[in-house]
């Protein structure tokens, strides 16, 4: 019996392997408690500039898993909306408590709801900032890092949710982007604490997030029903509320002017100058010759949510650093020379003592980040397991004309919306990953030769609600064998994917397969485990790895022959959002074809 992943719950292939916690770079104690002093400063100023009456809400989190309380009858709104829900008696039970809810109509519970899903995961982070002066492994300080980063995140992912909500101003799509990443962010901080934490601190990590899970669900399937956004059948129908025309408009506007939409025209502009007549702000040279001779001086010398691009060129070198380009660092856009001239390396790995949120060589979460002709790698090899090269939970973030290259769990698309165009995608197990919607566009995907016993997977996708609108869509891409797998494709099984949660979505379209590919096309996670909840597709691929009479024969397993159902995993309808990618000037196909 194979041990379990490190990452997440994941079941490893063909290897048993003993995790290592000694102890990796570290802050001291007092700078890590001013540090999450600081953060928790921040976020109780986002619950209160989101109006969230903290003080008045005095129930304990740790009350409401499911006994409902006796002497509240929740109003008929209440009831209606939590009836639909996946944990509808902490739904009612944590709503009936909540000031003004129970007169509450039904647009009012949506705003209610999801301040009062702000105000549990701000407690739950302020909870965590209390680990600060626990003594614990260098594995568990790493998980309790990653909680609180991604608590972080959620905190400002609900708060702009309730200032759209409130004005207006943002679309559906955007809250349900946001709400999603939220309910992402909770499962990625829950399960990597399995990477290699002792049980008082997982213990003391869970109790902190006591039905937070539950609760970030809800709130999701209360906006997807009031929005008619719901997306229980599987399908994203994300535009359906845009009028046809406007539609229609718009993506005739973007195939005749060749770029998609994210971006401003500037963006435009500068994704398709050459590197010569590009005006960097900051230029980075490991010679000497530019601003700064690290990429990470650079990036801390970006300003804090600015509204103005921030270019930063990285001349042609190999630069062994580990990156994150932070969620204040709003806008970012790093250009290189080129595919293997400007290459960002790195080998941390799960099995050298880093959880797989850790373990990324370069990790973006500041919202618009633009990647352009950069090798991102990890060198840990197959032997060290999870290792991430590039790790993106940016909002509208491109990554275009870049390498990216490792062995398993190469790319992980974390989160939010994001778009890679004319990439080449290296790995072996899982190496396409996370619960992102995203769209991969004329890439080339290449499988590599892992460890002995394993089968090569190209994706593990993971949404696991199915009110979230997300999943992977593959599209007009080459599916190839590297090198080092063609003299075994014969021996090394390659498939598209295998569900890593209970809702896992992917789509494979106008693609051409390699003979690599299994004639099942699909693994099995374990046993039968989500094959008949999950969304697996493919239209119209070809190459002699692309028939579909051998396929697998699961219910969630599909050809699609309708260009209208494939037509919504398409940049147009399945990340279209705001219209945001046009602006990145990233040339990109937004329906099926040209």
Known sequence: ?????????????????????????????????KRLALLCIVAMAFLLASGVAVGLYVRSRRSGSGSRQGAIQPSQEIVLACRQTLYPNLCIDSLVAYPGAQSAGKSDLVRISVNMTLQHVGRAFTGLTELAGVSMTGIARQAVDDCLELLANSVDQLSRSIAAVADGRGGASDVMTWLSAALTNQDTCTEGMGEGAEDSVRDRVAA??????????????IYAIASGDRDFAGVPIQNRRLLAADAESEISFLEKDGFPSWLTSRDRELLAMENKDVQADMVVASDGSGTYKTIEEAIKAVPEKSTKRTVIYVKAGRYQENLKVARKKWNVMIIGDGKGKTVITGSRSVLGGYTTFHSATFAATGTGFIARDITFENTAGPQNHQAVALRIGADHAVVYRCAIIGYQDTLYVHSQRQFYRE???????????????????NCSIYARKPMENQKNTITAQNRKDPNQNTGISIHMSQIRPAEDLVPFKGKVPTYLGRPWKLYSRVVYMLSYMDDHINPEGWLPWSGTFALDTLYYGEYMNYGPGAAVGKRVQWPGY??????????????????????WLPSTGVAFLAGLTQ
Do not use: W
């Open 1 to 33: 019996m194979a041990s379990p992943y490190r990452k997440m719950g994941k079941l490893e292939q063909g290897s048993e392997a003993s995790l290592e916690t000694g102890q990796v770079d570290m802050a001291d104690n007092s700078k890590r408690k």
């Open 208 to 221: 902190e997030l006591h039905n937070l899970e539950e609760i970030v669900s809800n709130c999701l399937a």
């Open 423 to 441: 990439c080449d995608i290296y790995g072996s197990v899982d190496f396409i990953f996370g619960n992102a919607a995203v769209v991969i566009q």
């Open 558 to 579: 599909r050809v699609i022959t309708s260009p209208e159902e494939a037509s919504k995993f398409t940049v147009a309808q399945f990340i279209y959002g705001s219209s």
